[in-house]
């Protein structure tokens, strides 16, 4: 168990000439495994980075080199080959192939020429075999625990946090949201905290967001512009589509994602709107008219408290959370259909495995703002085969499905149109869908000029001239719901 530990002369340790990152090639000698090192010019800048932080810093005192003995007394490197050809420039800039970075690596060596080492601290194994255990165990992930376990994002807000005694912004809207159960609800609580922080910090950070949720930054604290009852029903809508529309970091990255993301935000939510419907006058009991809220918008405490427009309207920044009109009522960030960022963001048990497929790529890979012509006909092509894998199934238990027209057995090349009306009329019979929601559904697949009929579905096929609007295809998937969730209970 005891590890083989030992200072080794720094000009006996040896670059691996068979390193598995030099593909199929061999290095003849040393000095041509430098240059396969440094063959890839992104590796040779990466390479640079690590000389550069040696010099400042010096060995990683965590890692050590990996190396057997050869028969002339050297020692192979079997783990750390990239530091060893950092310290080999770093010794020997001339060895550097890529000129352009020649000069960077001759800065390093200046820095470093006095304090050089003359050995290093190696772990030395007897043969190549003996090493291979820990090389693979390192490379290939975690291993169930037994690899290298990366620290996720929430652990490494809290190691900065530690460090610089100031948590992230989006640490800190986390601990806003859970300090104040008076004014989010539960939901909210307990979902932020499935958020990665980086993600909130990513949203939260931007001048664009600030705008829309109305709060700032100041000394590195978060803070309000109004009462933080006045921004949680947009900060509890940006939660919910976070944990239950499909949306995460990669929609919040750039201004332009982070400008759509917030733009499903409903304008009532808006801390600007509700703002102004808290200072409208009301008429009291006397009948003078008054304001809900007064103050002249200063600016509100941050940190993990929340701020507000005058001090005196609210204790430790916790504030009112009744917001509107001064009617009293709590303003909730109610979901909204045409917030979710795929159509169909259902759970529905499919057993065919090719149906699955198409229900996977409406559920969590075709997003409907992005690409709504591929979603609204794969729509089209789910709809037509979960009717006929219904009518199938039905023809096998004996409860035959029939036109609603004719009252004929309804076959796979009837017209969309009737395949579905007729299941619906089938579903309804059986009890598994309702008489209003059957009517609401034939009346949808059967009109002429109705968004989400079959024959508007079919221009999106055939017509050059008609595009889908995303906020349509939502209404429309929510509308055949009912039969979907019945075919596929």
Sequence with gaps: MKRDIRSINFNLIKLDQENVRFGGDIAQNQRE??????????????????????????????????????????????EGNRRLTALKLLQRPDLCTQEKYYKDFLAAHNEI?????????????????????????????????????????????????????????????????????????????SDIYQIPVTTLTRLFASKRAQDAFAVFI????????????????????????????????????SDDDRKTFLSHIPPELSPEHLHQQSIKPTNTTDGNPTGSETGTGKGSSGGNHSGSEDDETTDSGSGNPKTGGGNGQ?????????????????????????????????????????????????FRVFLEVSCDDYRRRMANTGSGVYRHDNNKPLTEDDKL???????????????????????AISRRAAGTQTVGSVDHLNQFVHSTASSPLPSELKDVAEEYLPMLRAIWP
Excluded at 417 to 439: C, Q, R
């Design 33 to 78: 495994a430098i240059e396969l090192m440094l063959a890839d010019p992104e590796d040779a800048k990466k390479i640079l980075k690590l000389a550069e932080h040696i010099a400042l810093y010096g060995l990683d005192p965590t890692e050590l080199q990996l190396v057997t003995p050869d028969d002339e007394g050297n020692y192979i490197v079997l």
């Design 113 to 189: 020429a006095r304090s050089f080492p003359s050995e290093i601290e190696c772990s030395v194994v007897a043969t190549r075999e003996d090493g291979d255990v820990w090389i693979e165990l390192k490379h290939t992930g975690q291993n169930g625990g037994a690899g290298r376990v990366p620290w996720d994002s929430d652990i490494r807000d809290e190691r900065r946090a530690r460090q610089t005694g100031v948590d992230s912004i989006g640490r800190q809207i986390r601990e806003i949201v859970r300090d104040n159960p008076e004014i989010f609800n539960e939901i909210a609580i």
């Design 218 to 253: 100041k000394d590195r604290q978060i803070q309000f512009k109004y009462k933080l009852a006045i921004s949680a029903p947009s900060i509890e809508f940006a939660i919910r589509m976070f944990r239950h529309e499909g949306y995460n970091v990669n929609d919040v990255r």
């Design 330 to 378: 709590k303003t909730k960030a109610k979901g909204s259909s045409k917030s979710r960022k795929y159509l169909i963001p259902w759970s529905l048990n499919i057993t065919n495995s090719r149906i699955n497929e198409i229900y996977r790529e409406l559920r969590s890979m075709l997003e409907v703002e992005r690409v709504p012509n591929a979603t609204a006909i794969t």
């Design 417 to 439: 149109a009737i395949k579905i009306t007729s299941v619906a009329k089938h579903l309804e019979s059986s009890g598994l869908i309702t008489k209003p929601e059957s009517k």
